[in-house]
């Protein structure tokens, strides 16, 4: 059991606009700085977003991310096939004094 | 380039030891906290253990502590986890991955290494 919520998994066409979610508590979201991470298959995870909704460079504005209270969004617009993948949200989480992620939300453009 | 590239894994029995390495380049390695993440066989990913750029500060997961030992040395541009009384649940895709968050727990893994296969079985 994940210390933060994502849903399992969404799916969308190509050239349409998914969002993932990622829930959390106070001590975790709501009180630190998230990140998301994409993992293509076969292959190690890349930062995507950092510092709730900053992206790295190289990593194209169709990619955003959000958060309010204790919980965070990642937006991914113009789909591609190559989007699929499995995405992570990540954050420090005060009380146990511990990295967590989420479970992951495995990302079918259909 | 930076480059992350992580050795050690292989087979290993319930209740023996480990030790894994990653081998840092391309940036100045003693200016950036660490971080161990694990993967275990087609499930999400876990933190594992942090480490300050001067070993000041060192957190482990729950599930690892009193374990595992995570190290570093600068002057060799490498991370290291020594991994003791090693478990079935333990198996997982080892990565190390430089912290650029800036703080001092960890925040932001970018970039991460290939990662290395640990496998614990009798």
């Known amino acids: 059991q994940s210390v933060l919520t994502q849903p399992p998994s969404v799916s969308a066409a190509p050239g349409q606009k998914v969002t993932i979610s990622c829930s959390g508590s106070s001590s975790n979201i709501g009180n630190n700085y998230v990140s998301w991470y994409q993992q293509l298959p076969g292959t190690a995870p890349k930062l995507l977003i950092y510092?709730?909704?900053k992206r790295p460079s190289g990593i194209p504005d169709r990619f955003s991310g959000s958060k309010s209270g204790t919980s965070a969004t990642l937006g991914i617009t113009g789909l591609q096939t190559g989007d699929e993948a499995d995405y992570y949200c990540?954050?420090?989480?005060?009380?146990?004094?511990?990295?967590?992620f989420g479970g992951g939300t495995k990302l079918t453009v259909l | 380039e930076v480059q992350l590239v992580e050795s050690g894994g292989g087979l290993v029995q319930p209740g023996g030891s480990l030790r894994l390495s990653c081998a840092a380049s391309?940036?100045?390695?003693?200016?950036?906290?660490m971080n161990w993440v694990r993967q275990a066989p087609g499930k999400g990913l876990e933190w594992v253990s942090y480490i300050s750029s001067s070993s000041s500060t060192i957190y482990y997961a729950d599930s690892v502590k009193g374990r595992f030992t995570i190290s570093r040395d600068n002057a060799k541009n490498s991370l290291y986890l020594q991994m003791n009384s090693l478990r079935d649940e333990d198996t997982a895709v080892y990565y190390c991955?430089?912290?650029?968050?800036?703080?001092?727990?960890?925040?932001?893994?970018?970039?991460w290494g290939q990662g290395t296969l640990v496998t614990v079985s009798s």
């Open positions: 510092e709730n909704n």
């Open positions: 391309g940036f100045t390695f003693s200016s950036y906290s």
């Open positions: 990540g954050t420090w989480d005060s009380s146990l004094s511990s990295g967590v």
């Open positions: 991955a430089r912290d650029t968050g800036g703080l001092y727990f960890p925040t932001r893994f970018d970039p």
